[in-house]
């Protein structure tokens, strides 16, 4: 965990100095930015912002469903346990991406309140997953160890759902009073998760409406230009009429 967290804080510092002084990076001698550099950091944006997106919509609400109602309990969690750190990672790195991608497309200076809105969800995200990274996710891990380890006593956990473990709760204070702790950092950690995938959600609303999505073909293409020759024929014309002489 040492390198992803030295990567992540670099990242992080490189994004805000993009945010707040993107004239520094990639700029020609003139002010003006490069429109090479511009197109690739655009593609970097999004598909950046794409997986980030993906993966929070695949684990959160597809294949972490799935595996809670088809794997045995204990398996499912050791399972969790080594796949939520590379989660967290990625998806962290993603969103330190998007911001410096957007910080350098919208520098704060000069953007307007939405794009500061979406910057401020970007943030958010970055945050939320930074939090369950370092915060939540290992405190959880611990106490869903601790958690197998009474469970194991009990002779449950090999099972598919909660069943068995809410039964001997009720005669074991121990494992109620693991439940009860698991549940709260659980609660928290997934409370996480849920607002970055909010402001992912957000962000990708605002994409939705800033891009032409449609594709525009060859036909189109000669179409729309024959129409701005025909457009700008009839404006010259309007220019070149002779002004209305008055009578005298």
């Keep these: 965990m040492a390198w ?27 002010g ?9 950091i655009k593609l970097a944006h999004l598909l950046s912002f794409s997986t980030a997106w993906g993966a929070a919509l695949w684990v959160t ?48 200076k000069s953007a307007t309140m939405p794009e500061k809105y979406q910057l401020g969800f970007l943030v958010s995200a ?24 009474v469970e194991r006593e009990a002779n449950i956990g090999d099972e598919i759902g909660w069943s068995k473990n809410q039964e001997a709760a009720k005669t074991n204070p121990k494992l109620a009073a693991m439940n009860k702790k698991f549940g709260m ?25 800033s891009r032409a999505l449609a594709w525009v073909g060859p036909k189109s293409v000669t179409t729309l230009a024959t129409a701005k020759s025909i457009t700008k024929k009839k404006s010259t014309k309007k220019c070149k009429s002779p002004l209305p002489q008055n009578s005298s």
């Design 185 to 209: 950092i659980h609660g928290l950690s997934s409370l996480a998760n849920i607002m970055s995938f909010g402001s992912l959600a957000m962000h990708s609303w605002f994409l939705a409406g």
């Design 32 to 40: 003006t930015k490069s429109p090479n550099l511009s197109s690739f």
């Design 61 to 108: 609400f597809i294949g972490g469903i799935i595996m809670f109602k088809n794997l045995p309990r204990h398996q499912f969690g050791n399972l969790q346990s080594k796949m939520f750190p590379a989660y967290f990672s990625m998806v962290g790195v993603c969103c330190a991406i998007s911001v410096a991608a957007f910080g350098y497309l919208h520098p704060w």
């Design 4 to 30: 992803i967290t030295r990567f992540l804080t670099a990242v992080a510092f490189l994004a805000v100095g993009i945010i707040f002084s993107p004239e520094t990076f990639g700029s020609k001698s003139d």
């Design 126 to 149: 970055f945050a939320f997953n930074l939090s369950n990274l370092f915060v939540f996710t290992p405190m959880t891990i611990e106490m869903m160890k601790q958690r197998h380890k």
